[in-house]
């Protein structure tokens, strides 16, 4: 089986991301549970930033090259 790509794992890591924002948009979660996916959002916001980074980095490195 081959290893994600940086894109499917960010595509899935975002998709994750708008279902976590959704069931707490939906409010009908308990204290407890609201925290718990507010910190499960914010890891996967920061892993999401860290993916696009990386690809910025990338993407800057290529148009050096081609200087």
């Known amino acids: 089986m081959n ?9 899935t890591l975002y ?4 279902e976590v ?12 549970e609201t925290l718990k996916l507010y910190e499960q959002g914010t890891l996967l916001a920061a892993e999401c930033q ?9 993407v800057q490195q290529v148009q050096v090259g081609e200087a």
Do not use: I, M, N
């Open 21 to 32: 924002v959704a069931q707490l948009e939906a409010g009908e979660l308990s204290l407890a």
């Open 3 to 11: 290893e994600p790509t940086p894109v499917d794992t960010y595509e």
């Open 50 to 58: 860290r993916l696009l980074d990386a690809a910025e980095l990338r």
């Open 15 to 18: 998709l994750r991301l708008q």
